[in-house]
């Protein structure tokens, strides 16, 4: 007799037989593809007040299997039925950026991805990230626990041969026994941040082990892009713990620029500045009002920042209204498209977003066509249009949410 473990995986295998296709097929290129006259000019509207040269996208992904030897992987179950649900969210990854055959899906990937910038205009550059294993309490990499892994050499490599495109976010796990050597070298090559996931790497920002790395951090002046909020890749709650935006003040204590991936739009954490309950734990707080507390606090106000990626999907959308509504805080917020993710069709509703009164029925359906020609423009445009009208007022992201250049050091 199955058990409900098993039970869960054989159902999940059959859904996702029946939802998705045998097989995956190449994007069409954008060059063979067009806009209507309407959704061009609304891309221009939304570029009007923009310096391009200010303008860089924070937050993008690069993902590869290590086809070609890019050094780059995914967890294994990520191939497995024995796993539906990993397997599944891989095969929809893939699909929406473009693999389509697993022997040249990193050349893939980039490819789709360069397309997509390339077909931007005007355009402004975007951080691509590096995205280190998951490390064991004593500083061991654990392959078998990590979801993926990008070198920082293979965005290095990126970022040289598309340097009109992209800055290299590079990605250091603090534990690691050459963790300061690996930092120096990512800088001295031109990084202009580090990318931390801490759920998902194990990295606990209050961990001593972490102080010498902000130290070093903020003297080579790197910034520091670091998830805040649940991730739905990790089960364990003591992992989800350490997206805990809290944690991250020992790094701005020290000094360094720290942004809040996502405002901590999902989940809960820990309420660290409460008194401990009498079983010694915390009271929860949403992990979004925490990050609102970080970025509020006067003594962070020069170096705490929050990006905006994914708060349009459907789970976060309602993150957006306080967003809108606290036009004082957008100083500190700044756009990243969380690529590949606006890519993926079921995440983002624009449906939900009219119902919410953030978009008009027609603005909606040109922005849909925008989809349909370049995600990433989608992305940008989608931001740009959200508008709440309370008061007699109309309520958008400030001009300066999406003018992030100053975040980083010249490189």
Not at 161 to 178: I, N
Not at 233 to 246: K, M, R, S, T, Y
Request: glycine share 8%; with cysteine.
């Amino acid at each position: 007799m199955l058990d409900r473990r098993q039970l869960l995986k054989a159902a999940g295998g059959a859904l996702a037989a029946l939802a998705l296709p045998g097989c995956l097929s190449a994007p069409e290129p954008l060059e063979e593809l067009g806009l209507g006259a309407e959704a061009l000019e609304l891309i221009e509207q939304a570029w009007v007040g923009l310096d391009p040269q200010r303008f860089v996208d924070v937050h993008m992904h690069v993902v590869g299997l290590g086809a070609g030897g890019t050094g780059c992987f995914v967890h294994p179950e990520s191939h497995s039925w024995l796993s539906p649900i990993r397997k599944v969210k891989t095969r929809i990854y893939k699909r929406y950026a473009g693999v389509h055959d697993d022997d040249e899906a990193d050349q893939q990937f980039v490819a789709r991805l360069v397309d997509l910038c390339e077909h931007q205009a005007p355009r402004g550059k975007g951080v691509i990230l590096a995205f280190d294993q998951f490390h064991t309490q004593e500083g061991e990499p654990s392959p078998e626990q990590s979801e993926f892994y990008v070198p920082n050499d293979y965005v290095f490599q990126l970022c040289e041969d598309y340097e009109h495109l992209f800055l290299p976010g590079c990605s250091v796990h603090p534990y690691r026994a050459d963790a300061l050597e690996e930092l120096n070298r990512c800088a001295d090559r031109g990084a202009v941040c580090v990318k931390w996931l801490p759920n998902a790497m194990r990295i606990d920002p209050l961990d001593p082990r972490c102080e010498a790395f902000f130290g070093l951090m903020a003297e080579r002046g790197l910034t520091l892009l670091s998830h805040t909020g649940e991730e739905q890749a990790v089960d364990a709650e003591e992992l989800q713990e350490l997206g805990n935006p809290l944690r991250l003040r020992p790094a701005l204590q020290a000094g360094v620029k720290v942004v809040l991936a996502h405002v901590g739009s999902l989940g809960e954490n820990h309420d660290l500045d409460q008194e401990p309950t009498a079983d010694g734990g915390y009271p929860h707080a949403s992990s979004f009002d925490l990050a609102l507390r970080v970025l509020e606090d006067p003594a962070f106000a020069e170096l705490a920042y929050a990006d905006i990626s994914a708060t349009t999907q459907f789970n976060r959308a309602e993150s957006l209204l306080p967003l809108l509504r606290n036009q004082a805080l957008h100083r500190q917020l700044v756009n990243g498209s969380d690529y590949p993710l606006p890519a993926i069709d079921p995440l983002v509703r624009t449906g939900l977003l009219e119902d919410m009164q953030l978009l008009g029925p027609d603005e909606r359906e040109l922005i849909n066509e925008i989809y349909d020609y370049n995600p990433l423009t989608f992305d940008f445009v989608l931001k740009r249009r959200l508008c709440l009208r309370e008061g007699g007022e109309e309520l958008r992201f400030a001009d300066s949410v999406f003018q992030t250049a100053h975040l980083y050091r010249s490189s």
